[in-house]
């Protein structure tokens, strides 16, 4: 009863995916395209690529548009990451706890 309007508005939408982002600029910083990916497995698996470094561990959906990313070690100082995910046909777009977006397109 008191979990009306927590849904996940991603649940069936991510599961199983792969992602590639699209060239960006996040705090004055040009991004490449396809400098990041996201693979989000079926189990809950979690595999971040940042560049040359991967970063793997679980994914959990929350209320609305928040997944949360446990990670295997560290990114800016934390493991655990509180992310807003929207997720359209072919694009998906992560805001950061400090408002940056990246917009990612799914990966072939």
Not at 16 to 23: D, Q
Not at 36 to 58: A, K, M
Request: charged share 25%; with cysteine; hydrophobic share 35%.
């Amino acid at each position: 009863m008191f979990l009306l309007g927590c849904a996940s508005a991603n649940k069936g939408k991510i599961e199983g995916t792969k992602w590639s982002s699209k060239a960006a600029t996040v705090k004055g910083k040009s991004i490449p395209a396809g400098a990041l990916g996201l693979e989000f497995r079926s189990d809950g698996g979690l595999v971040y690529r940042i560049g040359p470094q991967t970063l793997s561990g679980t994914s959990a959906l929350g209320g609305g548009d928040t997944v949360t990313f446990r990670l295997n070690q560290e990114l800016a100082g934390r493991k655990t990451h509180a992310e807003k995910i929207a997720i359209g046909e072919d694009q998906l777009t992560l805001t950061d706890s400090d408002g940056a977006h990246l917009i990612f397109e799914r990966a072939k």
